[in-house]
């Protein structure tokens, strides 16, 4: 069982930066790849990043490329999500996740993810 606890949250302004935190129980974390999705109020959970198990393999969702950075420390069982360049719509809780094995394009499935964490707010006010 892979415990998830995400940190970094808060309420930042439009145009500004964050950067969000999930650290793992798990001794064998670099064995999983690792996903960030948000869910905005009314809307379905949707993809934001993924990493493969060393970090050698991205994926992002349009909406956040070239904004998002997704990176990991495996010898600290975290990974990280900088965001910079807020908008008002990135206003979300945001999960990280933890997939077994890496899914290539397929990362943007939910459902490839065996871990989830409780959340993080994350407010951009306009």
């Known amino acids: 069982q892979v415990q998830l606890v995400e940190s970094g949250g808060g309420l930042v302004q439009a145009g500004g930066s964050l950067r969000l935190s999930c650290a793992a129980s798990e001794r064998t974390f670099s064995n999983y790849a690792m996903g960030w999705f948000r869910q905005a109020p009314g809307k379905e959970r949707e993809f934001v990043a993924a990493?493969?198990?060393?970090?050698?393999?991205?994926l992002y969702a349009d909406s956040v490329k070239g904004r998002f950075t997704i990176s990991r420390d495996n010898a600290k069982n975290t990974v990280y999500l900088q965001m910079n360049s807020l908008k008002p719509e990135d206003t979300a809780v945001y999960y990280c996740a933890a997939a077994a094995r890496w899914f290539g394009s397929s990362m943007f499935i939910s459902a490839k993810y065996d871990y989830w964490g409780q959340g993080t707010q994350v407010t951009v006010s306009s």
């Open positions: 990493i493969s198990w060393s970090g050698g393999l991205t």
